[in-house]
Structures are given as C-alpha cells and as structure tokens.
Antibody, heavy 117, light 113 residues
Framework: QVQLVESGGGVVQPGGSLTLSCAAS????????MHWVRQAPGKGLECVAF????????YYTDSVKGRFTVSRDNSKNTLYLQMSGLRADDTAVYYC??????????WGQGTLVTVSS | DVVMTQSPLSLPVTLGQPASISCRSS???????????LNWFQQRPGQSPRRLIY???NRDSGVPDRFSGSGSGTDFTLKISRVEAEDVGVYYC??????????FGQGTKVEIK
C-alpha cells in the first residue's frame, strides 16, 4: 500500500534552518509530482511547494520563495524540503502528498515544525 | 489563485441527521479536458487529511456511501445522509483544476450537538 513518511521536524529558532524528508513507498515515485502542504496550528491547508516528477518544474508559494527549496531523489524514493530563514509563521505540520489528476489521494502523517526562541 | 469558499464554517449536527457543506470557487473548475477537479477531504481530530471524494462525485475506496458529492462549475456540495459519531472533524474542499496552486477551502468543522 502507499506510504508517505515525513521526518525532520522539530523546534528551531527564528532565522534557523531545517530539512524535511518524505520517504515514499507503494507506488512508482518517479512518475508523480510531489507536494508539500502545511497546516498551521488550528488553521487550514496550504500548498507551499511542488516538484515535478523529474524535477524539471518547481513551485513555491510566495511566502516561502527564496527561503525554501524542494528537491527529490528518485533513486531513493525521497522528497525533501530545505527550509532556511525560518519565521514564526512557518510553524506548522508539514505533509507530503503525491499529486495525481488534480488531487491528493495519499498523505503522510505529517511532521511538526515549530519556530520559536 | 482560485479562492474556495466554504459554508458554513461550523456545523453542529444531531446523530442520524443529514448534513450539507457548500463550496464555491472564484472561477469555473471545468478543466480544458472536460473534467472538473473538485475534491473533498476529511480531517479527523489529530489525523492527517483523508480524501473522500474526487472529481466532484467519485467516492474513494472505503468511504461509506452516506457521503456524496455533487455540483458543477463553481458550486459544489458534500452531503452526509446520516451523521455518525466517527464523522466528527473538519471537511475541506479543494480544487485541482487551476495550477498553480491547487487551493483549499477554509474548512468546515462538523460536530455533534
């Protein structure tokens, strides 16, 4: 069955850096675009980054442009999100999700990033 | 970005009674290929989102048939025919027609009266 397992979250000071990972299994990872979707505490869902199946296209929401970098290693079936210049409003649970036909059929369990001094 | 607007934002329901959530988009969600990529997700307390409905009215495997989706263009509805205790949570609509980005509604919190 499809599994998406995020890791790498934690507590970081404002201005700090963190790299999230998402290990995928149960589907052909290299055929799908992958998304990072975040959810601030008590808030809704927001797509913050996307990478095409082959890495040829990337998208970032405006608030993270220049600070976050999405990448993937298809040989390891792993998605990454490098985050730098972290701010308090980046505090959220970060989910990875595979994008398929205008939808997110599968989600990981999420990893919590807390930006606090 | 396409704005998705849900109503109501809070929905107290009596067990066994029906519930309905509306979702409106700021643009038509009909894709150039003729499909309408409107999805519904359920997020139970402390859990990840789970897809219930895709392309307006298609239920995912394992989703009870008391959940149904309908609508077209810019107006969509999720209905629960008889609410059960396990249906408590937040429901989100999401459009996957216009990229970038795919966008979500604000969420509707379903609770038992």
């Amino acid at each position: 069955q499809v599994q998406l397992v995020e890791s790498g979250g934690g507590v970081v000071q404002p201005g700090g850096s963190l790299t999230l990972s998402c290990a995928a299994s149960g589907f052909t990872f290299s055929r799908y675009g992958m998304h990072w979707v975040r959810q601030a505490p008590g808030k809704g869902l927001e797509c913050v980054a996307f990478i095409q199946y082959d890495g040829s296209e990337k998208y970032y929401t405006d608030s993270v442009k220049g600070r976050f970098t999405v990448s993937r290693d298809n040989s390891k079936n792993t998605l990454y999100l490098q985050m730098s210049g972290l701010r308090a409003d980046d505090t959220a649970v970060y989910y990875c999700a595979n994008g398929d036909s205008g939808s997110y059929p599968y989600w990981g369990q999420g990893t919590l990033v807390t930006v606090s001094s | 970005d396409v704005v998705m607007t849900q109503s109501p934002l809070s929905l107290p329901v009596t067990l066994g009674q029906p519930a309905s959530i509306s979702c409106r988009s700021s643009q038509s969600l009909v894709h150039s290929n003729g499909n309408t990529y409107l999805n519904w997700f359920q997020q139970r307390p402390g859990q990840s989102p789970r897809r219930l409905i895709y392309k307006v009215s298609n239920r995912d495997s394992g989703v009870p048939d008391r959940f149904s989706g309908s609508g077209s263009g810019t107006d969509f509805t999720l209905k629960i025919s008889r609410v059960e205790a396990e249906d408590v949570g937040v429901y989100y609509c999401m459009q996957g027609t216009h990229w970038p980005p795919w966008t979500f509604g604000q969420g509707t919190k379903v609770e038992i009266k």
